[in-house]
């Protein structure tokens, strides 16, 4: 990933719009917004070298903030990058040399197997009650209920509670000043400590998607420094599902099983897109995309679609407007 990239400053309205001519199609970029409108959409974001090609609202304004859902997985997986580099874990460690024995419903010498990394790719073996389904690495199973203590791992790494250690690391040097972890009501786990739900917006999930375009870095800053991590968050991280890096969704791959199937489809997860295409994917259709090789950042936040084919429409519309 590389260019010439535009960080936009720390004041979102003050964020630059790009020269569309010669390379957008202001006609097929309109149509796109129509397009994403009538889809239940409410925000719509579409950076390409940082700058705003196109940004719309539906019932809401740049400042409203949502609940991403699971997209929320992508920025832990970040996070937990940062942590590693920073000395305070290590993937391959079992998490329950974070957490302590007992975090889930297998014995103990089952239970010692299970690394970070395992929770990372999806491929602890356990099932969403934390029983034991498989040994680990056995089968790519996308595990939510697994995932949420990465967030309790990086928080006992660090001493202090997930939405400090985030501001301190993430999103306060790259100034995503509307995101928040929030307790989810009436979602606990076991031991009473709520799970958080990542609040967010197009805009500052913009600036996470250029970071990302950036390795890591923010104007001359290194935010992400251990490259070896990310280059590998978004990657293959198994076998099981080529599709699948740390916590990320990736394109261009011979097969891929989604988040609700257990079976392997044959083709591209994202068949009109890029082959370089990396999304971060959340319940009722929250996407953010990246595509390295054209700079571009694109962001969708609202409700579900309802159209099984609105994603592969969305990428149409986008190759006929760039």
Not at 156 to 161: I, L, V, Y
């Amino acid at each position: 990933m590389h260019g010439n990239l535009y960080f936009p400053p720390s004041e979102n309205g003050k964020w630059e719009f790009a020269d569309l001519s010669p390379k957008w199609d202001t006609a097929r970029l309109d149509e796109i917004i129509n397009y994403v409108g009538q889809h239940h959409t409410r925000q719509f974001l579409i950076l390409s070298y940082g700058r705003i090609v196109k940004e719309a609202y539906w019932d809401s304004t740049p400042e409203s903030t949502y609940d991403v859902f699971s997209l929320q997985k992508s920025l832990v997986s970040i996070l937990v990058g940062i942590a590693q580099e920073k000395g305070l874990i290590d993937i391959h460690n079992p998490v329950s040399a974070y957490l302590g024995a007992g975090w889930t419903q297998v014995s103990p010498d089952e239970e010692i197997q299970i690394t970070i990394r395992h929770l990372l790719s999806m491929n602890s073996g356990l099932d969403e009650t934390l029983k034991r389904e498989t040994d680990p690495e056995s089968v790519w199973f996308y595990n939510t209920p697994a995932y949420h203590y990465l967030k309790k791992v990086i928080a006992s790494a660090a001493c202090s509670d997930l939405q400090e250690a985030a501001e301190k690391w993430l999103t306060r040097p790259i100034n995503m000043s509307d995101t928040t972890w929030v307790p989810r009501e009436n979602w606990v786990f076991p031991d009473g400590t709520p799970i958080v739900a990542l609040q967010t917006n197009a805009r500052d999930l913009g600036r996470f998607g250029l970071l990302m375009l950036a390795n890591g870095r923010w104007k001359n800053e290194a935010v992400i420094k251990d490259q070896s991590y990310l280059s590998a968050a978004l990657k293959s991280s198994q076998q099981l599902n080529t599709a699948y890096g740390y916590l990320w969704w990736l394109n261009g791959k011979k097969a891929f099983q989604t988040a609700i199937s257990r079976t392997i489809s044959p083709g591209a997860y994202f068949p009109t897109a890029p082959a370089d295409l990396i999304a971060g994917l959340g319940f009722n259709d929250q996407k953010l995309f990246l595509v390295p090789s054209q700079e571009l950042v694109i962001v969708r936040l609202g409700r579900p679609t309802e159209n099984s084919e609105f994603q592969d429409r969305l990428w149409s519309l986008l190759t006929d407007a760039c």
